[in-house]
């Protein structure tokens, strides 16, 4: 009976250390996913068309074509997704103070638990 319950406590040990790893993926695909958003956001404000953000997301899609797709494929989507978006030329035509005044305001995309 003793031994019985060593292993359960094993066994609850390994599911423990299992979604203690599953939580920190979550949430690094969450702070990607907040930065895309923020920089969708930036572009929508921009008035960027829907022609350049969809040739953004077909470019995005291209590159990270997987046959089997995964975990590590959605935050490798979600993680060139945001480069592509950092990169559009839109975001660096902005004047300096639009800029500043847009990192002094408050995140509106945080989402509480």
Do not use: W, Y
């Amino acid at each position: 009976e003793l031994q019985q319950k060593v292993e359960e406590i094993e066994l609850l040990k390994m599911e423990l250390q299992m979604l203690e790893t599953e939580r920190v993926r979550l949430s690094l695909v969450e702070e990607k996913l907040m930065d895309v958003l923020q920089l969708l956001q930036q572009l929508r404000d921009l008035n960027i068309s829907k022609r350049a953000l969809g040739k953004i997301l077909l470019s995005t899609l291209e590159s990270c074509h997987d046959p089997q797709p995964g975990k590590a494929q959605l935050f490798e989507v979600l993680d060139t997704l945001q480069q592509e978006l950092a990169a559009c030329e839109l975001l660096h035509k902005q004047p300096l103070e639009q800029v500043q005044s847009q990192r002094s305001v408050s995140n509106p995309l945080v989402i509480s638990c």
